[in-house]
């Protein structure tokens, strides 16, 4: 989450040009999206929690009710650049993990 290589994936997402980092501490980055149509903006954090080896992620609009999937894909496509060989993003807490729906 803090070298270049990450950097250099995430730019591999294509959203890299319509996006800005707000805030980046040791182990947590906010950043804002902007979507190419509307221009909306949505807030996307992510942590990475050491004490359990993954990074969680919180994504979401900050107008309306529906982005038709927007802010998944995303978090989806952030994900296959990071980890290519992973199927999908796992939520964990206390050593519980379970798949997003």
Partial sequence: MNGTNDTN???ETGYSS???IIKSTGLYIHTEFTSALFRFVDDVEFFLDECAA???VRSSSRIGYSDRGVNRKRVEDI?????PG???FPTACCGVSERLE
């Fill in 9 to 11: 994936r995430f730019g």
């Fill in 18 to 20: 319509r996006s800005r």
């Fill in 54 to 56: 993954v990074i969680q």
């Fill in 79 to 83: 994900r296959a650049a990071i980890n």
């Fill in 86 to 88: 992973a199927s999908s």
